[in-house]
């Protein structure tokens, strides 16, 4: 069926490094979108791209969405400690028997901030 | 200010027994929806509804049973017939069935012993 695979699951930087994590679907998007979930808390959306190659900053944050529309990126430049939690990415399913739609939602990477 | 508030944020209660977890929203959104969340995991789609008195299943609707009365409240119902009940419970809305922007509300952590 049809899946987003979102890599890594985990990554450890240093504060100030950069991050970076990457969303694959197995078919083409209508769009995609990005939240952040703090520890503890609960998913807030970021950000929303739907045109083929869109690219998106807001602040130290890039959204990226690939010219087939079958991946996306989000990289965050020089990290900070507010930036820690995890990322999701979550893209429309097409459902075959009928019009509605469902967003299915990648597993999350965790950005963790070495001390 | 508007949002989503579920309550409680915290739940206990013994294998066996049915438990009601709440959520209201006052942003004036026709969707609503219900996520599990398992620790380390991604969200799962549980039960969505598009609009009042219409709901459907998600992904692992199995144990579960929703209702949608008013627009504002979307409460779920976990039976005793899920297997595997502990877990963090989302409640979401949007403006429109899932091609907006998905609010939150703070979650519902529900532990089953």
């Known amino acids: 069926g049809q899946q987003v695979m979102q890599i890594p699951q985990y990554q450890h930087v240093q504060e100030g490094e950069d991050f970076t994590t990457y969303c694959n679907s197995s078919?083409?998007?209508?769009?995609i979108q990005w939240y952040k979930q703090r520890p503890g808390g609960h998913p807030v959306f970021l950000i929303q791209l739907v045109k083929s190659g869109e690219v998106k900053k807001q602040k130290r944050l890039t959204f990226q969405f690939g010219e087939a529309k079958k991946n996306s990126s989000l990289h965050i430049t020089a990290t900070q400690t507010t930036d820690v939690g995890t990322y999701f990415c979550a893209g429309p399913k097409t459902r075959t028997m009928d019009s509605n739609y469902q967003l299915i939602w990648g597993a999350g990477t965790k950005l963790i901030i070495k001390p | 200010d508007g949002g989503i508030t579920q309550s409680p944020k915290y739940l206990f209660r013994k294998e066996g027994q049915n438990v009601t977890l709440s959520c209201e929203q006052n942003l004036n959104h026709d969707a609503m929806y219900w996520y599990r969340q398992d620790p380390g995991q991604g969200l799962r789609l549980i039960y969505y509804s598009q609009i009042v008195n219409d709901f459907q299943k998600g992904d692992i609707a199995e144990g579960y049973s929703v209702s949608r009365e008013k627009k504002e409240s979307f409460p779920l119902t976990v039976t005793s017939a899920q297997k595997n009940p502990t877990a963090f419970y989302l409640c979401a809305s949007s403006i429109a069935l899932w091609i907006y922007e998905q609010y939150f509300g703070p979650g519902t952590r529900l532990t089953v012993t």
């Open positions: 078919t083409t998007l209508s769009n």
